[in-house]
């Protein structure tokens, strides 16, 4: 993977294998179980949407029919 500073156009190169994906995946999981624990916690929701969902959906759709937006 190529990553490229916007504004200084700066580059930096990562490697990426099956074995860093998984623990990427692991963290990522983590973390969203977290923010999902703190949600509930304290009376809010948490609604985990794919990031092929498009944003107008997401709004509009999902998390309206959730109620989680006003």
């Known amino acids: 993977i190529d990553f490229i500073d916007a504004e200084t156009g ?15 995946t692991e963290e990522f999981d983590r973390f969203s179980s977290g923010i999902r624990e703190i ?14 969902v498009p944003l107008e ?10 109620q989680s937006i006003a």
Do not use: C, W
């Not at 949600?39 to 092929?52: D, K």
């Not at 959906?57 to 959730?66: D, I, K, M, W, Y």
């Open 39 to 52: 949600a509930i916690r304290n009376q809010g929701r948490y609604a985990g949407l794919p990031v092929s």
């Open 10 to 24: 700066a580059r930096l190169h990562m490697h990426v294998d099956a074995d860093a994906r998984k623990r990427y």
């Open 57 to 66: 959906e997401a709004v509009f759709g999902t998390l309206a029919r959730l």
